[in-house]
């Protein structure tokens, strides 16, 4: 069975001015931008951490009010 062009829809047919083909490309180009709104937000999240973590390591080694190193390993352990 053959088909005639008035079967044929305007995407498959190929006219680009039609409003199905226009709805086609701006949901195509609607599903790429919110690609790439999560692959910013997933990026921007490691980089927080990344961030975070350096922050906390530099507070880390300052020394406490007293002049003192921190002391590592004993925090939260009585001595006696």
Do not use: H, K
């Amino acid at each position: 069975m053959r088909l005639s062009l008035g079967m044929a829809c305007p995407v498959c047919f190929g006219d680009a001015n039609a409003p199905m083909t226009i709805a086609a490309n701006n949901g195509i180009w609607f599903m790429l931008a919110i690609v790439a709104v999560m692959l910013t937000a997933f990026a921007s999240f490691f980089i927080y951490l990344i961030r975070r973590g350096r922050l906390a390591a530099r507070q880390a080694d300052v020394p406490d009010a007293g002049g003192f190193p921190p002391r590592r390993g004993q925090e939260g352990t009585v001595q006696c």
